[in-house]
């Protein structure tokens, strides 16, 4: 069983940054998609970043100039750095892996208040 392991979350700040991580039990190849996600209250799961299976980023048009994803397969893990955040930002995320099946983390809270 494969499992996901986020961290990084927390309260920040409006303007702020966080770096969120996610660690893989598995070893991950870049031909895996894998990428963030995230859920606010009230709204549907959706994409924040991810790479696909080509080796391409897609970034949500709201996040793009402020997030930048990066993977180390060495480390078996993924990161999502966050800059200027804003309080829509706020949300649980998710690590999402892409192999034979689909497999998610828990979540990571990223609140942004002042």
């Known amino acids: 069983q494969v499992q996901l ?3 990084g979350g927390g309260l920040v700040q409006p303007g702020g940054s966080l770096r969120l991580s996610c660690a893989a039990s598995t070893r991950i190849f870049s ?3 894998m990428g963030w996600y995230r859920q606010a209250p009230g709204k549907q799961r959706e994409l924040v970043a ?3 299976s080509g080796g391409s980023i897609n970034y949500a048009d709201s996040v793009k100039g402020r997030f930048t994803i990066t993977r180390d397969n060495a480390k078996n893990t993924v990161y999502l750095q ?3 955040l804003k309080p829509e930002d706020t ?3 998710y690590c999402r892996l892409t192999m034979v099946a ?3 983390g ?3 809270q990223v609140t942004v208040s002042s």
């Open 31 to 33: 031909v895996y998609p």
């Open 91 to 93: 949300a649980v995320y």
């Open 106 to 108: 828990q979540g990571t």
């Open 5 to 7: 392991v986020e961290s």
């Open 102 to 104: 689909d497999y998610w």
């Open 82 to 84: 966050m800059n200027s």
């Open 50 to 52: 991810s790479f696909t």
